[in-house]
């Protein structure tokens, strides 16, 4: 028999306004598949990001799994760094949260201690796009998988909204990107009959889950949509998205493109080449995606 082998995978979160980022974590820690080596968490106050991060892993007994706060700031803009993530409020066992080094110090350490990681981002690009300037000889060859980014229209993204300048650098320079934009992401959308018959009243864990998901609605009033679940998804299975190659770069001007995709292939051409490693989500297996986290989400 052969021996079964998990594929690494280090994980950049924003974990703790919207429940998606929490949905992928719990479907990570749920699948034997994924070796979890690490975990940094990106925009406005990291370290607060990194605890309910850190009391998660715990939860699912995974207090192992080292948690770095990584940047807050942008590369250029500056948001309000005083606020706390939206669910903050659902920490209940705060647990300490080494800062021994900073986001991008602790990827490229997690990079050269395993050369078959998988990033999956899940936030603004900013921690990535710092390991890049710092040593783009090693970030280039890693496989990165990145929510992010509008590919049917010229408008611009949540995450890459809030670094475009990171975004710009990950994107130019990844040589192994795939990304899952909102025009694919958004059909994760979980209607709250789902997530009662997932998140059943004598599972603890879950339980906490859905005070976050109640706190989300409240303060956002956004449908429960899992975006970042689909990376996690599609880690366990490939099959459940459509992918197609391309050349994208991320508009840095403009009033109303700022952070948006922008393809650099050839529109004259009926059939271009490309010969960039990019690729981009541009269709779901809902019922499937659906069915995977009914499976994983547990």
């Known amino acids: 028999m052969s021996e079964f082998i998990k594929r690494q995978v280090l994980i950049d ?57 990584g940047f807050g700031l942008p590369l250029i803009e500056r948001p309000d760094m005083a606020a706390k993530p939206v669910q903050y409020d659902i920490l209940s066992k705060k647990r300490p949260v080494p800062r021994e080094c900073d986001g991008a110090e602790f990827i490229l350490r997690a990079v050269r201690e ?81 997530l009662d018959e997932i998140c059943l009243p004598e599972n603890e864990n879950l339980q906490y889950f859905m005070q976050g998901v109640k706190i989300f609605q409240k303060n956002m009033g956004y449908p429960v949509t899992l975006h970042d679940a689909l990376l996690i998804a599609y880690l366990l299975d490939p099959a459940v998205v459509e992918l197609g190659q391309g050349d994208f770069t991320v508009e840095l001007s403009g009033s109303s493109t700022r952070g948006a995709m922008v393809s650099q292939m050839n529109p004259y051409e009926i059939e271009p080449a490309c010969k960039k490693n990019f690729y981009y989500a541009r269709k779901i297996h809902a019922e499937r995606f659906r069915e995977m986290v009914r499976e994983r989400l547990r």
């Open 13 to 69: 979160t924003d974990l703790g306004d919207d429940v998606d980022d929490a949905a992928a974590l719990i479907m990570a820690l749920n699948s034997p598949e994924l070796d979890i080596i690490g975990i940094t968490t990106v925009y406005q106050d990291t370290l607060a990001r990194a605890e309910m991060v850190s009391e998660l892993c715990g939860m699912y007994g995974r207090p192992d799994i080292p948690v770095c706060p």
């Open 114 to 194: 395993h050369p078959d990681v998988t990033i999956v981002a899940m936030g603004a690009m900013t921690n990535l796009a710092a390991a890049f300037h710092r040593a783009p000889d090693v970030m280039k060859s890693v496989p990165i998988l990145a929510m992010g980014g509008v590919f049917d229209s010229s408008l611009p993204e949540w995450n890459i909204k809030c670094d475009p300048e990171a975004a710009r650098i990950v994107t130019d320079l990844s040589g192994h990107l795939t990304m899952f934009g909102l025009d694919v992401t958004k059909y994760c959308r979980i209607e709250n009959a789902l």
